[in-house]
């Protein structure tokens, strides 16, 4: 192994948004948490990676006492999670121990994404520093503009996913800057410091779930496979 | 009623991209075809649209043997489908026979529209001259550009659905000028003659229906309502 494997699964989730009584992180999808399907996904991996999760401190014992429910025994480490998801994730990567590292950051309730691109993702990453998963967007764009909205190609533009994976010496310097409202993912945040961020084909089920209506097609993808 | 309501509902797809046997607006979604179930959403309405249907000339008779079996009779007059999307529109467009009307340009396998968003489009158009439906990308969003990609605030995007609704005589006028590959969608048709555009907010679960993901969230769909 070239470099050190680390995933950093983010679960800050406190679910109110899908009108739930239990964070999202926590819902069940044929009888499984949906943090423990994400997990067991970068686990299932060849060169499988450490495992991280972030956690809101007031839910660290209710995911424990998950994991005996459930019989979960998929080896990982727990970082508290912060008020935005850049302490969140700063939170986790104060847990990597080592410079030589490769290091996926992935939101804990993107359960669907493939194997296949997350272990392209920590290739690319590997040889060039950086690399997120994009799809094109299926619709017409427009771009909001003061006059109104304007038509843009759609085939300039892309929709992020996760993992968004680093050389853990990029992701460290990069979160070693102040915190700005203006970070919306890890690569911006490399960017903002000056980092180069490289792109790789991501999977369409790979879908974050955020509402109801994500879970309605969360439910339907696990049916399907 | 201050104008005529029309609705072309285009369906031209020849189902190859979902690997299947029957065009995709003819594939059943609890046991109605998809096409049937867009159909209805327009027909259901308050004040309803004229319905007008456009099909590959090849599908008339497939489709006819359709609304036989099932028993289909909501009233709509056919349109045959051309080699590209503008065609089959103008040839849609050639059966209202009214200057004094509001026309809703929809995809045929889009059969979850609310009818508040095709209402809200209708009454827009009306006073306005144009609307269409988008919504915001739930994803970060990265642009391409000669060096690579990058990011781009969310907030400035919209993913376009439909239908696209005009004033029939802003449509008819754009859809007079000659075909050009950059025509997307029936908004960028009518901007390229320097008309305007305007936005209404669209629901989430209008989605287009193109491959066998999109079915399995639309059986799902289908089944939460």
Chains 1, 2 share one sequence.
């Not at 999760?53 to 995911?63: G, S």
Request: proline residues 5%; aromatic residues 8%; contains cysteine.
């Amino acid at each position: 192994m070239q470099s050190k494997r680390y995933a950093i699964i983010v679960a800050g989730g406190a679910g109110i948004r899908m009108g739930f009584d239990i964070p999202k992180q926590f819902i069940e999808l044929a009888g499984k948490p949906i943090l423990m399907r994400t997990i067991e996904v970068f686990d299932g991996l060849l060169n499988g990676p450490e495992i991280i999760i972030v956690l809101p401190e007031t839910q660290i014992e209710y995911w424990h006492q998950l994991c005996h429910k459930h019989s979960f025994d998929v080896k990982h480490r727990l970082a508290k999670g912060g008020a935005e998801r850049f302490y969140s994730v700063l939170n986790g990567l104060s847990l990597i121990d080592t410079d030589n590292a490769t290091v996926a950051i992935h939101d804990g309730v993107r359960p669907f994404v493939n194997q296949s691109v997350i272990e392209e993702c920590f290739e690319t990453a590997y040889e060039k520093g950086s690399a997120i998963p994009v799809i094109q967007p299926v619709e017409s764009v427009r771009l909001v503009e003061s006059s109104g909205t304007v038509a843009f190609p759609r085939s300039k533009v892309m929709l992020v996913q996760t993992p968004q994976v680093f050389q853990y010496r990029l992701i460290k310097e990069a979160y070693a800057q102040p915190y700005n409202p203006n970070f919306t993912d890890d690569a911006s945040v490399v960017e903002a410091m000056g980092g180069r961020v490289f792109t790789v084909t991501g999977n369409v089920e790979n879908i974050k779930i955020t509402t109801q209506t994500d879970l309605v097609f969360a439910s339907a993808l696990l049916k399907s496979r």
